[in-house]
């Protein structure tokens, strides 16, 4: 299992320990401001579950993010094939990978997603020699938009895409997409 580290953080798989503090992320109206909804306890632990089994079976995903000695668990950061089909994503979808992150309010503006992605992207381009990794989030995310032009990506505004996980009219539909390559 792979384990990435940078001057402050551990980027690990998951364990079980860490779907609890997941969960009270997951139900933080601040940090799922930009995602449909809080989850529940069964919700959040079904996607924990999902993001610790992708990890196992294909080698990378959403690694679980860690501040050695100060926090085991404070979200996560990683890469991962997109899922789902979109103008971005030529067939078959799981030939593009994404980069994202989400982490614990208490842990924003610390610089933590910045460094995680960071070491996120070295791998992918050096370690799985990538040519491209993408990113996306809705147009009100600001904030996630902040950490990708921080890592160096790109954005063009006729990338931008309407999520087909979502249904027409919903105010989270429209996303940017950010580009970066090797």
């Not at 993408?134 to 160096?152: D, H």
């Amino acid at each position: 299992m792979t384990i990435l580290t940078t001057d402050r953080l551990i980027l690990r798989p998951w364990t079980e320990a860490d779907f609890e503090p997941f969960a009270a992320m997951s139900a933080d109206p601040a940090v799922m401001e930009h995602f449909p909804a809080t989850l529940s306890r069964a919700e959040s632990d079904a996607v924990a579950a999902k993001l610790k089994g992708l990890i196992e079976e294909n080698g990378i995903g959403f690694w679980a993010l860690e501040v050695p000695g100060e926090a085991s668990f404070i979200g996560f950061t990683g890469i991962q094939k997109v899922m789902f089909e979109a103008p971005f994503v030529p067939a078959p979808p799981a030939s593009v990978v994404e980069i994202g992150w989400r982490l614990a309010r208490p842990h924003w503006g610390k610089g933590y997603a910045s460094e995680a992605a960071r070491a996120a992207l070295a791998y992918g381009f050096d370690e799985l020699g990538l040519p491209e990794i993408v990113s996306f989030t809705a147009t009100s995310n600001l904030r996630s938009q902040a950490v990708m032009k921080r890592i160096g990506m790109t954005h063009d505004p006729a990338d931008d895409f309407d999520h087909p996980n979502l249904p027409e009219g919903h105010k989270l539909r429209r996303h940017v997409l950010y580009r970066i390559s090797r």
